[in-house]
C-alpha cells in the first residue's frame, strides 16, 4: 500500500503548522486588546461614578450638619416667643403718661422689664433667631399672615397697616410669622346722587 508523501516527511507538516500560527496569534492579541481596552474603560467609567457620589455625599452631608446647628435650637426658641409676648404687652400696658412721672416705683418696673425684653432679643439674635417687625412693608404671605384688610388713607394698598403679632426668622426660615392687617387703600369716595333725586334737580310742581 502506498502512502501520502505530506504525512510521511514530519518536517513539511511541522512547517505547514507554523506558517498558520502568525495570523492566528495576530488575532488572538488583537481581540486581547480590544477586551482590556473594554475592561479599562469599564473600570474608569465605575472609578468616576464612585467619585461623583463621594462628592455628592460630602456635600450633603456639609449641608446637613450646617442645617442642624443653625436650626437646633428651633424648638427651644419657638418655646421663647411666648415670654418676649408677655414681656412685650407687660410694656404696652403702662399708660404713655405714667411711663415718665413721678411714681419712682413704677418706673422702675418698667425699665427692668424693657431691659429684660432687649435682654431676651439679643440673646435670640446670637442665636440666628431675628424679629419680624413689618410695619409699613409690602404684604409677604411668605413671612406674614394677614388678619384683615382695611381702608387706610395713610397707607397705600398692599402694605402692612398695623402689626397685630411680630414674627420671628431663624436662618432663613420662618419660626413664626407675623400677624397684620394689611391695607386696602384709600377708602372710595361717596358716589355723588343721580340727578333728580332728593329734590335736588328736580323742577318744582306748580
Given at each position: 500500500m502506498t502512502q501520502n508523501p505530506?504525512?510521511?516527511?514530519?518536517?513539511?507538516?511541522?512547517?505547514?503548522?507554523?506558517?498558520?500560527?502568525?495570523?492566528?496569534?495576530?488575532?488572538?492579541?488583537?481581540?486581547?486588546?480590544?477586551?482590556?481596552?473594554?475592561?479599562?474603560?469599564?473600570?474608569?467609567?465605575?472609578?468616576?461614578?464612585?467619585?461623583?457620589?463621594?462628592?455628592?455625599?460630602?456635600?450633603?452631608?456639609?449641608?446637613?450638619?450646617?442645617?442642624?446647628?443653625?436650626?437646633?435650637?428651633?424648638?427651644?426658641?419657638?418655646?421663647?416667643?411666648?415670654?418676649?409676648?408677655?414681656?412685650?404687652?407687660?410694656?404696652?400696658?403702662?399708660?404713655?403718661?405714667?411711663?415718665?412721672?413721678?411714681?419712682?416705683?413704677?418706673?422702675?418696673?418698667?425699665?427692668?422689664?424693657?431691659?429684660?425684653?432687649?435682654?431676651?432679643?439679643?440673646?435670640?439674635?446670637?442665636?440666628?433667631?431675628?424679629?419680624?417687625?413689618?410695619?409699613?412693608e409690602k404684604f409677604d404671605p411668605?413671612?406674614?399672615?394677614?388678619?384683615?384688610?382695611?381702608?387706610?388713607?395713610?397707607?397705600?394698598k398692599g402694605l402692612v397697616s398695623?402689626?397685630?403679632?411680630?414674627?420671628?426668622?431663624?436662618?432663613?426660615?420662618?419660626?413664626?410669622?407675623?400677624?397684620?392687617?394689611?391695607?386696602?387703600?384709600?377708602?372710595?369716595?361717596?358716589?355723588?346722587?343721580?340727578?333728580?333725586?332728593?329734590?335736588?334737580?328736580?323742577?318744582?310742581?306748580?
Amino acid at each position: 500500500m502506498t502512502q501520502n508523501p505530506a504525512t510521511e516527511d514530519p518536517n513539511l507538516e511541522a512547517a505547514a503548522n507554523a506558517a498558520g500560527q502568525p495570523q492566528a496569534a495576530e488575532g488572538g492579541s488583537e481581540a486581547g486588546t480590544a477586551a482590556l481596552q473594554a475592561e479599562r474603560d469599564d473600570l474608569k467609567d465605575k472609578l468616576l461614578r464612585t467619585l461623583a457620589e463621594m462628592e455628592n455625599l460630602r456635600r450633603r452631608t456639609e449641608r446637613e450638619l450646617a442645617d442642624a446647628k443653625a436650626y437646633a435650637v428651633t424648638s427651644f426658641a419657638r418655646d421663647l416667643l411666648g415670654s418676649s409676648d408677655n414681656l412685650r404687652r407687660a410694656l404696652e400696658s403702662v399708660p404713655e403718661a405714667a411711663r415718665g412721672g413721678a411714681d419712682a416705683t413704677l418706673k422702675a418696673l418698667y425699665d427692668g422689664v424693657e431691659l429684660t425684653e432687649r435682654e431676651l432679643l439679643k440673646t435670640l439674635e446670637r442665636h440666628g433667631i431675628r424679629k419680624v417687625d413689618p410695619q409699613g412693608e409690602k404684604f409677604d404671605p411668605n413671612l406674614h399672615q394677614a388678619m384683615f384688610e382695611a381702608p387706610d388713607a395713610a397707607i397705600p394698598k398692599g402694605l402692612v397697616s398695623k402689626v397685630v403679632q411680630v414674627g420671628y426668622k431663624i436662618g432663613e426660615r420662618v419660626l413664626r410669622p407675623a400677624l397684620v392687617g394689611v391695607s386696602a387703600g384709600a377708602p372710595k369716595a361717596a358716589e355723588p346722587p343721580p340727578a333728580g333725586e332728593n329734590g335736588g334737580d328736580k323742577p318744582a310742581s306748580h
